[in-house]
């Protein structure tokens, strides 16, 4: 469970620098104090009363320094000058050592943050994105890291100093009438004790709200993803209606709850205080009325009291926007504390040159059972050897286990019982980042970034030159439409590729896959979802493809894979048939049956 302990820890990389500007705000804060001490005493030098003995003392020192006569005038020349010294010499210094110090402190922390928020979206494992949509672990991020952000030069800018000036304030008191000093600090505990049990109430309700607004973001996130779903199903009205509902609970819970309770908390605070004000001042007239203080000591008294009890309310504000910042601070932490998967990948710069790895290609499962729930197997003892520049695909029902198989493959989880081997070694013990480096999938749906085309095809190989991106592109036929876009490589595809049709997009992902010059080529349901030419240009590009290093076939269409040299039947998470086309024709299995309904045109059953 994340604490404050956590969301102070954000800032323990600049604790030194912290210290020294905190410090050094609260000294400022302090030195405020000077001023209307110091006008106390010109005070009791106008009134011919007495000054405190260390002014008496500068006073002296000065005049036989300077061999001037001690009186009036000499007194009032150390006073000013004093002022002087705490007011006009220091003004051009406190905003480069207080404000210059709390935001670099907090725009450093937000640059290194941000730095390990990339490398713990990269390095999570894939079920927590199973789990959370984009626009959930995005809200939480940027909520997380701005009020960070705004935090820190609040807290320690305005509050700690805040709070080292009433403390300055308490011993000035002290020193003038104790029984005063001791009446105002149990004034500020009992008001602070109050202030801070009343918020912890309104934190926890803060963070009950952050949960639904992170909701209704996720929920709005997936309108923009799914936005052509939404207009073909014409629920426009429907998706607006239920966010009207979620924005309408979350304003009168904002509202009616939290925010009607923070008013509550100010208005109880702010009539303490003037209450306070009021027996500070009666107090200070009757100590001044028995002679027990001088007029300037009354004056002084008066005037840092109500300085101190007008700090109470921009820190109980200060404490206010803590609170509401509180729970999303905390969400983030969650998100940082979450623990990387078994599958992350090293993110050291060494592992993108010199990759040592070089596969022949050989694959080998053995014994393979996993599943993602324990008691539910989609892998069941799974025996197969693929050798080296094989093509082997993969056919089944929707379930049979195929697209695992690959995940397995790739490492994204690790198999519950038995293994995979490459050229003979446990891929469990090889580097995860070079032994994926030497393989390349391309996806039913290829994700496109939003850059150009090179940009697109030299992804995973940005070192590559442009005579083997052309080569590539030959191969995967991209050269058959890159003409006809406006600018051919610099053409900028636009968000998740749509500038580009379905068949344009594939055969940018084979193209892709082929520059990072892979031992190991996966094909993951590639034409399932093109038109029939599209389709024929995929298989056409494949077809270059076979033979010239190992490649794994994922299709439902088995048009795709009659050239494949061994075919891999998977039902129930178990290898039921393995042969050729013709001859799993001949056997009359499941493979004979899943063809007969593909020439007919009848579906899956």
């Given at each position: 469970?994340?604490?404050l302990?956590n969301?102070?820890?954000?800032y323990?990389?600049?604790?030194?620098i912290?210290?020294?500007?905190?410090?050094?705000?609260?000294?400022?804060e302090i030195?405020d104090?000077?001023v209307?001490?110091?006008?106390?005493q010109i005070?009791?030098?106008?009134s011919n009363?007495a000054?405190?003995k260390?002014?008496?003392?500068?006073?002296t020192q000065?005049?036989?320094f300077a061999?001037?006569?001690e009186g009036?005038?000499?007194?009032l020349?150390?006073l000013?000058?004093l002022i002087f010294?705490?007011?006009?010499?220091?003004?051009?210094?406190?905003?480069?050592i207080?404000?210059?110090f709390h935001?670099?402190?907090?725009?450093r922390a937000?640059?290194d943050?941000?730095r390990?928020v990339i490398?713990?979206?990269?390095?999570?494992?894939l079920s927590?994105y199973?789990?959370?949509n984009?626009?959930?672990?995005a809200?939480?991020?940027a909520r997380?890291i701005?009020?960070?952000?705004?935090t820190?030069p609040?807290?320690?800018?305005q509050l700690?100093?805040?709070l080292?000036?009433?403390?300055?304030?308490?011993v000035?008191?002290?020193l003038?009438e104790r029984?005063?000093?001791?009446a105002?600090l149990f004034?500020?505990?009992?008001?602070?004790?109050?202030?801070?049990?009343?918020?912890?109430t309104l934190?926890r309700?803060?963070?009950?709200?952050d949960?639904?607004i992170?909701?209704t973001?996720?929920?709005t996130s997936?309108?923009?993803?799914?936005?052509k779903t939404?207009?073909?199903?014409?629920t426009?009205?429907?998706?607006l209606a239920?966010q009207?509902?979620?924005f309408?609970r979350?304003?009168k819970?904002?509202?009616f709850?939290i925010?009607?309770?923070?008013?509550?908390?100010?208005?109880?605070e702010?009539?303490?205080i003037q209450?306070?004000?009021?027996?500070i001042?009666?107090?200070?007239?009757i100590?001044?009325?028995?002679?027990d203080i001088?007029?300037g000591?009354?004056?002084?008294?008066?005037t840092i009291?109500?300085?101190?009890?007008?700090?109470?309310?921009?820190?109980?504000?200060?404490?206010?926007?803590?609170?509401?910042?509180?729970?999303s601070?905390?969400?983030?932490?969650?998100f940082?504390?979450i623990?990387k998967g078994k599958?992350?990948?090293?993110?050291?710069p060494?592992h993108l040159?010199?990759?040592?790895?070089?596969?022949?290609?050989?694959?080998?499962?053995q014994q393979?059972t996993?599943?993602?729930?324990?008691?539910?197997?989609?892998?069941?003892?799974i025996n197969?050897?693929?050798?080296p520049?094989?093509?082997?695909?993969?056919v089944g029902?929707?379930?049979?286990?195929?697209?695992?198989l690959?995940?397995?493959?790739?490492?994204y989880f690790?198999?519950?019982?038995?293994?995979?081997?490459?050229?003979?070694?446990d891929?469990?013990?090889?580097?995860?980042t070079?032994?994926r480096?030497?393989?390349?999938?391309?996806?039913?749906d290829?994700?496109?970034?939003?850059?150009?085309?090179?940009d697109?095809?030299t992804?995973?190989?940005?070192?590559v030159?442009?005579?083997k991106?052309?080569?590539?592109c030959?191969?995967?036929r991209v050269?058959e439409f890159?003409h006809?876009?406006?600018?051919?490589?610099?053409?900028i595809?636009?968000e998740?590729g749509?500038?580009?049709?379905?068949?344009?997009?594939q055969?940018?992902g084979?193209?892709?896959a082929?520059?990072?010059?892979?031992?190991i080529l996966?094909?993951?349901e590639?034409?399932?979802?093109?038109?029939?030419?599209s389709e024929r240009?995929i298989q056409?590009?494949?077809r270059s493809i076979?033979?010239?290093?190992?490649?794994?076939i994922i299709?439902h269409?088995?048009?795709?894979?009659r050239e494949a040299?061994q075919?891999?039947?998977?039902?129930?998470?178990?290898?039921?048939?393995v042969g050729n086309?013709?001859?799993?024709l001949?056997?009359?299995?499941?493979?004979?049956?899943?063809?007969?309904?593909?020439?007919?045109?009848?579906?899956f059953?």
């Amino acid at each position: 469970m994340t604490s404050l302990r956590n969301i102070f820890g954000y800032y323990r990389k600049y604790r030194a620098i912290a210290l020294f500007s905190i410090a050094a705000s609260s000294l400022f804060e302090i030195i405020d104090l000077v001023v209307p001490y110091v006008i106390g005493q010109i005070l009791n030098v106008l009134s011919n009363q007495a000054v405190d003995k260390p002014i008496q003392l500068i006073t002296t020192q000065i005049a036989n320094f300077a061999n001037l006569e001690e009186g009036k005038f000499l007194s009032l020349g150390v006073l000013l000058g004093l002022i002087f010294l705490v007011t006009v010499v220091r003004s051009p210094i406190q905003p480069w050592i207080g404000a210059w110090f709390h935001w670099e402190i907090a725009l450093r922390a937000r640059r290194d943050h941000l730095r390990k928020v990339i490398a713990k979206i990269l390095t999570l494992p894939l079920s927590f994105y199973d789990e959370h949509n984009p626009g959930r672990i995005a809200g939480r991020i940027a909520r997380g890291i701005e009020n960070h952000t705004w935090t820190y030069p609040e807290i320690a800018g305005q509050l700690l100093p805040k709070l080292a000036r009433i403390l300055g304030i308490f011993v000035i008191i002290w020193l003038i009438e104790r029984w005063i000093a001791v009446a105002f600090l149990f004034s500020f505990i009992f008001i602070l004790a109050f202030s801070l049990k009343n918020l912890q109430t309104l934190v926890r309700q803060e963070e009950v709200i952050d949960r639904h607004i992170e909701n209704t973001e996720s929920r709005t996130s997936e309108i923009i993803t799914n936005i052509k779903t939404v207009k073909a199903f014409s629920t426009e009205a429907q998706e607006l209606a239920r966010q009207r509902q979620r924005f309408e609970r979350e304003y009168k819970v904002i509202t009616f709850r939290i925010h009607k309770g923070y008013v509550m908390l100010a208005t109880w605070e702010r009539t303490m205080i003037q209450t306070c004000v009021f027996l500070i001042l009666s107090f200070t007239l009757i100590a001044a009325v028995r002679g027990d203080i001088s007029l300037g000591h009354f004056i002084t008294t008066l005037t840092i009291s109500s300085m101190a009890y007008a700090e109470l309310e921009p820190i109980a504000q200060l404490a206010e926007v803590f609170a509401r910042r509180y729970a999303s601070m905390q969400r983030f932490h969650e998100f940082m504390d979450i623990p990387k998967g078994k599958d992350a990948a090293s993110l050291a710069p060494e592992h993108l040159a010199n990759n040592p790895y070089k596969f022949t290609g050989k694959l080998e499962f053995q014994q393979l059972t996993f599943g993602y729930d324990a008691n539910r197997p989609i892998l069941q003892d799974i025996n197969l050897l693929v050798k080296p520049n094989q093509t082997v695909a993969l056919v089944g029902r929707s379930g049979s286990g195929k697209s695992t198989l690959v995940k397995l493959l790739f490492r994204y989880f690790e198999p519950d019982r038995g293994k995979i081997l490459v050229d003979g070694e446990d891929i469990s013990t090889l580097d995860t980042t070079r032994y994926r480096r030497r393989l390349a999938i391309v996806h039913q749906d290829v994700d496109i970034f939003n850059g150009t085309v090179l940009d697109n095809l030299t992804y995973g190989n940005p070192q590559v030159s442009l005579a083997k991106v052309k080569e590539a592109c030959d191969i995967a036929r991209v050269e058959e439409f890159i003409h006809e876009l406006p600018e051919r490589y610099k053409t900028i595809v636009g968000e998740r590729g749509v500038r580009l049709s379905g068949g344009q997009r594939q055969r940018l992902g084979i193209a892709r896959a082929l520059i990072v010059n892979p031992d190991i080529l996966v094909f993951d349901e590639a034409t399932s979802s093109l038109d029939y030419e599209s389709e024929r240009s995929i298989q056409l590009a494949m077809r270059s493809i076979l033979g010239t290093r190992t490649t794994l076939i994922i299709a439902h269409r088995l048009s795709t894979i009659r050239e494949a040299d061994q075919i891999v039947v998977l039902d129930g998470g178990r290898i039921v048939e393995v042969g050729n086309h013709q001859e799993l024709l001949n056997h009359g299995g499941i493979y004979h049956r899943l063809h007969s309904l593909q020439e007919t045109g009848e579906l899956f059953s």
